[in-house]
Nanobody
Framework: HVQLVESGGGTVPAGGSLKLSCVAS????????MGWFRQAPGKQREWVAG???????SYADSVKGRFTISQDNAKNTLYLQMNSLKPEDTAMYYC?????????????????WGQGTQVTVS
């Protein structure tokens, strides 16, 4: 069965960095778009970044230039390098697998989700 497991969250001061990881299993990893979403308390889940099946990355405007999405296909692992973190980046971060190779910004187009990892920027 498909499983996504995130790690790497934590508490950092503003301006700091974190690198999130998401290990995927149970399917052919490279055939699907993989995305990162986040959800802050009282707010809707929002798309952060995506990496499509051709390896093309896309980013939300709020994180462009600060976050980098990447993957290691040999390890079935998705990463999110987050630099210059701001307090407004505080949220639970989720990795998700899309239904196909294209990266949508809409969470309904993703059918597998990890359990989330908390990022707090003080």
């Amino acid at each position: 069965h498909v499983q996504l497991v995130e790690s790497g969250g934590g508490t950092v001061p503003a301006g700091g960095s974190l690198k999130l990881s998401c290990v995927a299993s149970g399917y052919l990893y490279s055939a699907y778009c993989m995305g990162w979403f986040r959800q802050a308390p009282g707010k809707q889940r929002e798309w952060v970044a995506g990496l499509d099946s051709d390896g093309i990355a896309s980013y939300a405007d709020s994180v462009k230039g600060r976050f980098t999405i990447s993957q290691d296909n040999a390890k079935n692992t998705l990463y999110l390098q987050m630099n210059s973190l701001k307090p407004e980046d505080t949220a639970m971060y989720y990795c998700a697998r899309a239904r196909g190779g294209y990266c949508s910004k809409n969470s309904v187009d993703y059918n597998y989700w990890g359990q989330g990892t908390q990022v707090t920027v003080s």
